[in-house]
């Protein structure tokens, strides 16, 4: 398979930020899976939505900081 665009979302209101980043593919017994590494020099605040989106796959799974 060949490496996918993902960006990442992040939701901090009054800021939002989009970084985007080349995803590998992996496996691991009947698991595939993709990774994206971001390097950000940010801290994000409680509350911060982080959402990952790539067009080639359904959902745009997200976390939620909690400090």
């Known amino acids: 398979m060949d490496a996918q665009k993902v960006t990442l979302r992040t939701m901090t209101p009054p800021e939002y930020h989009v970084a985007t980043e080349m995803a590998t593919f992996h496996s691991h017994m009947m698991t595939k899976f ?5 390097k950000i020099n940010k801290k994000f605040p409680h509350g911060t939505w982080l ?4 067009k080639s796959a359904s959902g745009s799974p997200c976390i939620k900081v909690h400090r």
């Open 51 to 54: 959402c990952a989106s790539s």
């Open 34 to 38: 993709s990774k994206a590494d971001w």
